[in-house]
């Protein structure tokens, strides 16, 4: 493993509950690959499909776009920390099978490419989600990439 949760902690502002990846195992110039253990105490599985108890999809997408942000956080290096990386759009998403408590979902990324708009950058990635080899979902979003100070100047009132 080259990440383990803590180091991700590090990384990206994220944390339990709101943490949805426990490991990076692989990262390449483009890609990078990782996984999140679910398990049947996660909260979400409290309240969504109580009879039939399935991760929710948006949480499977939001698994991805975190580990999308590790990867870019990555290739912008020791600066990124002056950025935000924010939900831009999600342009397809499909969900093959459901993801049941206790599945480990391994978490595939694809950095498409990286665009300046305005000054700021909006990076396409393709992401998989799969549980064993079977593929359980898939996802083609983008990410915002924003300086911090000019994003709270902007918004923060």
């Known amino acids: 493993m080259i990440l383990n949760k803590n180091q991700i902690k590090e990384i990206i502002p994220y944390q339990e509950p709101f943490l949805f990846v426990d490991g990076v195992e692989e990262i390449g110039e483009n890609t990078i690959s ?3 253990q679910t398990t049947i105490d996660d ?3 409290k309240g ?6 399935i991760m929710p999809g948006v949480l499977v997408v939001e698994a991805l776009a975190q580990l999308s942000t590790i990867l870019l956080r990555q290739k912008i290096g020791e600066s990124h920390k002056n ?3 924010l939900a831009y759009d999600v342009r397809s998403c499909q969900f093959y099978k459901p993801i049941f408590p206790g599945d480990k979902i391994i978490l595939k990324d ?3 490419g990286i665009y300046d708009i305005e000054k700021n950058k909006i990076a396409h ?5 799969l549980v064993g080899e079977g593929l359980k979902s898939e996802a083609r979003f983008s990410v915002a990439i924003v300086d911090k100070g000019e994003f709270e100047k902007k918004y923060v009132q």
């Open 34 to 36: 990782g996984f999140y």
């Open 43 to 45: 909260y979400y599985f």
């Open 48 to 53: 969504h499909f109580v009879d039939f108890k």
């Open 83 to 85: 950025y935000h990386f």
């Open 110 to 112: 694809e950095i498409l």
């Open 125 to 129: 990635v393709k992401g998989q989600a």
